[in-house]
C-alpha cells in the first residue's frame, strides 16, 4: 500500500509544540540533519521536526494526531544502528527517546529493572554494578535499551546470555493510533495467550512505539577465564568453534577474527597475539578452578583443530582492553580506512555450517581485492564482514553489492538470515522474499493490522 503522507505544516507544529512545549521540539537544521543519518552507508533524509516526548501520555497524543493526519513518526534512540533502521526515508516526525531515559525501579530480588526506552545499556550497567547484576546483551556502541529491543540487539554475550528479545519481559507499548498496551510479564515463565512481545522486539519501530520496558538482569559472574587463541587458517579457527560448542563447553564469549582484524586489534589494544586469524574466548563461573578447567578443555579441542598459540591465564585488566577493543572494531575499520565507507555484512548460520561459511566469506573478501574484514561472534554463528568502498567509486561499490549479495545468498542456501543482529532496516528488506516466502505476506497482514495508515516508520523491514 502506497501512503499519501502529509507534510508538517505550520498548524500542526502548533498543536505538537501544545503537547510537549516549545523548547522539546525543532525544526532546527542542526537537529534535522543530526536525525538523517544513523552509522550506516544510507543515504540521509532529513525529518521535518524532532521531538523529544518525556513520557508515555505524550507519544500517545503524538501518535494519535500523527495518525490522524498521516504524518510519518519515526522512533529515534542513539542512531547507532547499522541498516538505516531510524533514518526517517518519508520525513515527518522523529521522536527523539534521549530524554526519556529513567531507570524507573531495579527490583533486585526479581532480577528485574523497569526502565525508559532512552536509558542507555552502558549506563544501567554502570548503575547495576554495584549490585553485582547486569544486563547482558552488549552491541557495542552506546545504544539505549529502546532501539535494542527494537533491533533485537545482541553482541558477545549473546553465546550464553541470549539477545536483546531473550532478556525482556514486559512492555508498555503506545500503538499507531496512541492507545496505550502491555504486553507480556514479570513472570518468568507463561504460556498465556499469543506472544504479542515477541512481534514488538525487533520490529524496528514499525508495530508500536515503546515507552517502558521490564528487562532481566543477571548476577555477575564471580570468576572469568579468557584467552587468546591463533589459528594457521580461519577455516581452522571456525572448525574448532564448532568442536567447542559440540564438546559442550558453554563459552559467555567466543568471537572469531579473520588476520587482517587480528592485525588490527592488536595494534590498537597491544594484546599479545600473532597476526593470524583468533579467537578470542571467555568462561564465565563461581570459581577459578571451574572455569581454568573450562578453559583447559579449550586448549584441548584448539590444539586438535591446529591451534598455533592458545594464551590464557589473562588478566581483569588486560581482558577488560581484549573486549574494549572488540567492541571497537568497527571504529578502528573506519579510522585506518580514511575515504572510505563501511558496508557491514551481519549474516547467520546454523552452528554445523559455521566453518563453511566463514570459508566461502573470507574467500569472497580475498577475490574483491578491497580493505575487507571478517570479524564474527562465532559461537551464534553470526559473520560481519565489513568491505571499506571509496565515496563515490561505483565500481568498487558495485562489487561490494555483488559480496554482500552473495553472502546472504549462500546464508540462506545454508538454512541462515539475512540479519543476525542488526536488523532489516533499508539494506535488507530485499531478502525477506527469499529468507521468509511466503510468510512475509503474512508480516503485511501484521503491519496493517497494528499500523492501518503506515504512519510509523515507513518503509522499513518488510520489502
Ligand atoms: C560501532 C558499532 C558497533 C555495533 N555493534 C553491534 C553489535 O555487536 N550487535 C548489535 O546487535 N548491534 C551492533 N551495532 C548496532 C546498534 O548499536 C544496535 O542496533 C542498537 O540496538 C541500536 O540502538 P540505538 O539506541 O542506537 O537505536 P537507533 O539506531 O536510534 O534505532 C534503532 C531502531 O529502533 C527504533 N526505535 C528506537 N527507539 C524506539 C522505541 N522507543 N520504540 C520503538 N522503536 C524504537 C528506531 O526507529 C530504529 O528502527 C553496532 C553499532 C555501532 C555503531
Redo the contacts with the bound molecule.
Sequence with gaps: METNYQRVTQLHLTYLENIVGPERLSTGKSNLELHSH??SHHRAVEPEVVIWPVSAQEVSEILKFSNQNRIPV??????????G??IPVKRGIV?D?TQ?NRILEIREQDFQADVE??V?YKDLNQKLRHKGLFFP????????????????????RALRYG??RDNVLRLK?IMADGEMIEVGTRASKTSSGYRLLDL?VG????L????EATIRLRGLPQEFSAAVVSFPEVGDAARAVFEMLKGGLEPAALELLDAETARLFKEDSGIEAPVSPLLLIEFHGPTTSYTSELVEMAREIAEGCGAEVFRSGIGRQERDNLWKTR?????IIKRVNVGRKALSTDVAVPISSFPEMVAFASDEVRKAGLPGYVFC?AGNGNI?VVMMGREGDQAEWASIWELSNKLVKQAVSLGGTCS????I?IGKRKYMAEEHGRSVAWMRKIKDLFDPNHIL?PQ?VLP
Design positions: 544513523d552509522e519515526t522512533a529515534w534512540g542513539a542512531g547507532s544502528s547499522l541498516e533502521n531510524p521522536l527517546f526519556m526506552p532512552g542507555i546483551p552488549d552491541p557495542g556502541a552506546a545504544a539505549t535499551i529502546g532501539g535494542m529491543i527494537a533491533n533485537n540487539a545482541s553482541g558477545t539477545a536483546t507499548v514488538f520490529s524496528e519501530g514499525t508500536g512505539v515503546v515507552v567492541h571497537s572494531l568497527a571504529e561472534h560481519h543476525g543482529e542488526h536488523g532496516g516508520n522499513k
